[in-house]
């Protein structure tokens, strides 16, 4: 009975997770959503930021402490191992339900563009997040949302967690997933101000968190392999050569 729970409840996270990813690409495209990022009545500028920015912390909060291998080893002494990773997939994706409802927008113009410049943005826009829900499966789709667990769970396997990989994406850059989220935040053909916040906030927490957590979290983790990944492949832009010799 506890099995078929885990697996009900870890299923449940996924479908969350699911709607808030795919209601994700509606709301900062504005598109196919009611409530989108530049959507709704407009409240005083300072309210709204101030709104806004608490919003993108709690969120940033969540994720910083969840995510960290103290927080996991101290949170499974009171929860199944198994349905840790769905119990962190589903508060990330309350959490973005909360900032799709709550969201303050904030509609002064920062850039305007029509056209071939509009196309070439959408274009990107859509990018972005294909290389997002590519990336996932290129580390391991279903171990890092929390499905694998509580399947190896039900069948009385030993849990399993992403394996490091340097693969496809994983070869050009770090962090992928990363890179695909920041094209599609600043892929915009009209940019408002709440848009550029979102963008600017959510680019910032990204670049500081990889750096200075989760790469932390892999060099300890990976030890010497992670330091040559480091050493050879570009952190999130594609600039530099991938060389030879980094395992
Ligand atoms: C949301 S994913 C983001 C991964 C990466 N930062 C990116 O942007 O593509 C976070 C999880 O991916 C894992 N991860 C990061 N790089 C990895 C790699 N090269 N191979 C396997 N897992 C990785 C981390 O340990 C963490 O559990």
Request: charged share 15%; aromatic share 16%.
């Amino acid at each position: 009975m506890k099995k078929v729970l885990v697996i009900l409840y870890g299923i449940i996270a996924y479908v969350v997770f699911l709607a808030a990813f795919l209601y994700a690409v509606g709301f900062v495209g504005n598109m196919f959503v009611p409530k989108t990022i530049d959507s709704g009545e407009e409240i005083p500028i300072l309210t709204a930021l101030l709104i806004n920015v608490a919003l993108l912390s709690l969120f940033a909060l969540q994720h910083s402490v969840m995510a960290r291998p103290a927080f996991k080893k101290w949170f499974t002494q009171y929860i199944n191992p198994a349905i840790e990773r769905s119990t962190y997939v589903l508060l990330t994706s309350l959490l973005l339900l909360l900032i799709y409802w709550k969201w303050q927008p904030m509609a002064t113009i920062v850039w305007e563009t029509e056209n071939a410049a509009a196309v070439v943005l959408t274009i990107l826009f859509f990018s972005g997040w294909a290389i997002v829900f590519l990336s996932t499966f290129m580390i391991s789709h279903f171990e890092l949302f929390g499905l694998t667990q509580i399947f190896q769970n039900f069948k009385e396997q030993s849990l399993t967690y992403p394996k490091f990989q340097v693969n496809w994406f994983y070869k050009l850059v770090r962090h992928p997933i990363m890179l695909g989220f920041i094209i599609a935040f600043w892929s915009a053909p009209t940019m408002t101000t709440g848009h550029f916040l979102f963008a600017g906030v959510t680019t910032a927490y990204i670049l500081v968190a990889v750096k200075f957590l989760e790469e932390k979290d892999l060099k300890k983790l990976i030890g010497k392999d992670y330091e040559t990944y480091q050493k050879n492949v570009p952190m999130i832009l594609p600039l530099t050569k991938f060389k030879k010799g980094c395992k």
